[in-house]
């Protein structure tokens, strides 16, 4: 398999919460010990942490939520202008707080400005987007991460 190939696959299996060894991860993608460290850390610059742990039981575990995009999804066909929103957003979904965007209209003629409890990045379409709750509208609202001009974590947290 391809080295994004594997890393899917790599991703696909820690996203399980199980702890895998690296022995484990390279007999299951077929590659050796070193790969798999080569694989985590290419995993790591995309903004996705995985815990080590050390010792004779040790291994990676992932303690994020994140959705892995299915093998049907060429790497072409999703688009992403601005890796820096997606990287926040991950980390405020993984600490529950609260983010303040400015976020395009849909023709892009108007910007408002919304708090948002972002609960999940998925995918709308060829294009990711966050999951969240927008106190302006008061309901679950999906955002397009390509519209959202600017982007801050707030230190309020929610449940």
Partial sequence: M?????????????????KYS???????????????????????????????????????????NINVPKRFITPNAIKLDDK????????????????????YAKDRSKITTRTIQPYDLILLGNEWGVASYCELKKEIRHFYLNRIKRIQILNNFYN
């Fill in 22 to 64: 690296i022995g484990e991860l390279s007999n299951l993608l077929e590659v050796t010990p070193r790969m798999v460290r080569v694989y985590k850390d290419e995993i790591e610059k995309a903004g996705i942490y995985i815990d080590t742990i050390k010792g004779p039981y040790g291994g990676y575990v992932l303690n994020q």
């Fill in 2 to 18: 391809s080295k994004v190939s594997n890393v899917l696959t790599m991703l696909e299996y820690l996203s399980s919460g199980k």
């Fill in 84 to 103: 820096k929103v997606f990287n926040l957003l991950n980390k405020a979904i993984k600490e529950k707080r609260k983010c303040l965007i400015d976020y």
